[in-house]
Each structure stands twice: as C-alpha cells, then as structure tokens.
C-alpha cells in the first residue's frame, strides 16, 4: 500500500481526517513526521531542519485559515549532540516567532535516522476546509512556486547556503488567517500544485482548468531548470512549497489582495470536473510522500 | 550527551519545558516518539503500539492534572499495511475513548524502522507543576508499579497475549483530573518512581523519604520477578508504567482517596533533601529512554 493510498485508509477509518489539520473544538491540530533520507538533502543544517519541520506543521495550520498558537518537535537521532540540538531549537523557534507562535519544546529520542516528528496547533473558529469550493470561482495561490525544488537543486549543486535558504520557507499563517472569511476551499501546495488541485476537485467535487503561464515561480527556479518543461515540473509538481492553494468567488479578489500580505496570484477557474491546464488533463502526480492529514 | 544531558540542555533552552507536558494558555500539550528497537518488543501488536504510545502523552497530560481533548499520531514504517495501520489507528482510537478524548489523525511516513510520534492535548486553568512540594507533605502513588517490567518479562517470556495486555495500560487522566486540585506537585512513573523522586526533588528543592514496603506493586509483577531485589527493580526502577506520582497535604489524603477513582498509596514522607528508601540513599537511576518535555 502506497502513502496515499493508507491515507485514504485513515480517512476512512477516522472522518476528522482527510483535511490540513484536524478540527478539534475551536481548534485545528496537525502532525508530520519527516525524516533524513527523504525529507533533509545532504548539507541541511540542524537549524534549516528545525525551521523547516516545525514550519511544515505551522504550514497545515495555515491551510486552515487557522491562528498558529503553539508547536512542538519529538527529536530522534543517532547521537544527541549539544550543539545540533541548540540549532534545530534555534530554527523551530525562530519560525515559530514569525508567526508569532510559541515552540514549546518535545521530546528527545536516540534513533538509527534522524528523524523529526512535529505537531502544530492553531485557533479557528471557522476553519476552511478542502471542501467548499464552487463552479464560477477562481483557484488562486500564494507567493510562488517552485522555492524547494530550486533548494533541492542548490543543494545537489553543492551550494549548500542557498539551498539552506530555500530551504527555510515562510509558513503562510498570516495569509491564511487573512483569507479565511473568503477562501471557500484551501489548503497548502505541500504536494505540489498539481496534486493540490486534485485533491480540492475531489473534496470538493469540482474541476479546475488553470492556465501554465499564469502560475507565479519562484526567481530561484530559473538559476535551476533545464528548460521550460523543467520549470513547470518545479513549479507545479515537486511540491513541498508550502504556498496556500485556495478558491474565492472573483467578487472577492480586491478584497483578499488587500488583506493578505504576500502575493495573490489567480491561475485559474473552478469548473464542473475535471484537472485540466490549457485545456490538456493534469495527471494526479507529485510528490507522494505523505504530509497531510 | 545522553539523553538526560540533553534535555537539561533543552530545558535551559526553553523556560517553557522541564515538566511532563508545556503549558500554552489553558492548555498543556505533550509529544513523544517511540520506535521500534527501544519501545516495543518483539510481540507487540500494532493496535498494543497504537495504544501504547497515545497512551504515553495521554499521561503526560494526566500528569499535569489536566483534561485530555486530543491526540494525534506519526506513523512511520517500513511498509504502510493497511491491516497494521488499521489496528494501530484502533488502539490509538480505543486508549483515547478511554479517557474520554478524541483520536483526531495523524501523518504516515515510510521509514526504515517503525516509528510513532504522538501528541496529546488537553484542558487545565491551573496545571499542576513538578515544583510545589513541601517538607511534612506525604508523597503518593496511584494504581501499582511495575507492569510495564512484567510486560516486558512476559514478552521475553513468549508469553505474547500477556505482554500486550499489560502494555495496555490505562492513562490516568480521571485521576490527574481529581488530584488537580489537591496535589501541590505531580509527574508520572514513565522513567520509573526512583527517577521521578528525584526529578520532583530537583524542581521543587526538597527531598523524600520512602519506604520500599509501601510500595504498590502490580500482581503480574510476582510472576516473573526473581526474588524481592529484582522485584524492587521491576516496581521502583524500571519505569513505563505512567501511574501519577504526587504529593500532598496529609490532612487532604481523605478528600484525594475519595475524588480519585483508583487506588492511592502513601509511598513516603516530604523531607528537607535527599532521595532515601528504609534511611539508604536512593540512586538516580531508571529508565533514561528519554519520555518526557
């Protein structure tokens, strides 16, 4: 059984599960476990690791419109070194603070592989779910795309600083917070856009038809790709971006540009069925590995 | 650094960690990971794991003498089987039914060893601390120590049916609940009670005086100890058992003994310093697999 396929398992088996977080009260909850040989490429710092786990699950927070309030981190690894502790504290606090959340610390376990398991929570009172997405609305994300898969480059190009860098992505909480009075559906694009779009148009029991050319990608692609089919496969299918994929009636647009603080780009329409970008299908591929409820 | 070394480490850190679960608000919150070739033996079912590692936060959250609302859990293994995962999700399910909390989701993850993190949450206006203990209170325990130890043995034993019954332990929240208004500090036995006395003692600068017959110890425990040393060993220092030890006023031992709904034993005395059993010195020794914030 592959990852998505277990997590269709899990949703059945638990009808909370199947969106960013859980919903519990007035509270959205959400866990992810990330590991050395797929998740952190070779020269990723303790600190970059510690950022970027925590920020995932501030990430599906986000996803839900949801205010970030608090995350912890269970730390595995082969040795316990004081010095690579301090860091990935250093970055999972740091990112929670520019969220202005708080890291309230985890758990400690020696471990064949390094291994991060990291749990966020948030406050909503209306959480946006992948679900209420409409025929006539438009399909918008924000920032840009293609900022991990350009860190992945980086790093396999031996420029460690930059992939670092990239590596250390903003979690989107303030955005998120922003659209939750309009965002009818949403979630982030940690899958990539194109599984992103699949996985809305099946909650949500719609389509999409997207344009290539309206997608907004990363500066840091262009230093990386191998042409323009390269660019799109950054930008639309490696995912792990952490960009919010989100629906709005087109009424609304003026106002969520105005509220949210980061970039808001329109890359297509909601439609009856169907994934389809320049009028070709979007087959339902990315990165599988799991990061979602 | 062992892992005690490095959760002082993480402790100074953080102002926030150092107890058995962080406060947030009116909430605590509690992670911890768990894997294969330190917490489950051979025998072990996935729905004993499912249970089991829940269960290990549900008691952090007991142990602060709060309400538990939530759970969530990573879920990393070599192949992601539908009938393990099925029956993992069961016994996360079951142990948070148990308490009267939700099991709300969680994350998969292919990873070479099989790996759990778990999260709980849970509700306290005024959580109870590990610092609040004075000299004259009587320090106590709930239920019986020492069936993880015999678990283990029954596990060693081939005895599989046995071993995963008594690795199902009940978490006790109903209990941290009732003693939250009368235990001055708390913790559970996870690193077993020796280590515990002594982490009490450290956060709250006084000492405590026991007495090994005092001690309750578990029925199975008998079945597989090899004489009354070994026996001790089992109860006092092995650990994993997550029973509540705390201390209190004795004059509040009537009112607690009728609030709690299962059994509470006096162990010992409140003194001015030092961990000592029958007048001998108490070493700081247990189960150092790191369990705690």
Request: proline share 4%; with cysteine; net charge negative.
């Amino acid at each position: 059984m592959d990852e998505r396929t277990a997590l269709r398992t899990l949703a059945a088996e638990l009808p909370g599960a199947g969106d960013d977080a859980a919903v519990v009260g007035a509270q959205v909850v959400t866990t992810d476990m990330l590991h050395d040989s797929t998740d952190f490429p070779a020269g990723t710092t303790r600190y970059t690791a510690g950022w970027r786990a925590v920020g995932a699950s501030l990430s599906d927070v986000a996803a839900m419109g949801a205010d970030a309030t608090a995350a912890v981190a269970a730390y595995g690894a082969p040795t316990l070194d004081e010095d690579e502790l301090r860091a990935f504290v250093g970055g999972a606090r740091d990112v929670c603070e520019s969220v202005g959340a708080e890291y309230v610390g985890g758990d400690l376990d020696t471990h064949d592989e390094f291994t991060v398991a990291t749990t966020a929570i948030g406050d909503s009172e209306d959480p946006v779910l992948r679900s209420g997405a409409s025929p006539g609305e438009v399909v918008c994300v924000t920032g840009a795309l293609g900022r991990s898969a350009a860190g992945l480059r980086a790093f396999e190009a031996g420029d460690v600083e930059r992939g670092n860098d990239l590596f250390r992505f903003p979690p989107r909480v303030a955005s998120g917070v922003a659209l939750a009075p309009y965002a009818t559906a949403m979630m982030d694009s940690s899958d990539g856009l194109a599984r992103s779009l699949h996985q809305l148009a099946e909650a949500s029991d719609c389509g999409f038809a997207v344009s290539w050319d309206s997608l907004p990608v990363h500066d840091a692609v262009a230093d990386y790709a191998a042409g323009d089919g390269d660019e799109r496969e950054m930008a639309a299918y490696f995912g792990e971006d952490f960009e919010l994929v989100f629906t709005v009636p087109e009424s609304d647009l003026a106002a969520v540009r105005a509220a949210v603080p980061v970039s808001v780009t329109v890359v297509g329409d909601v439609t009856d069925d169907a994934v389809v970008a320049d009028g070709d299908p979007v087959p339902d591929e990315g990165y599988t590995h799991a990061s979602d409820e």
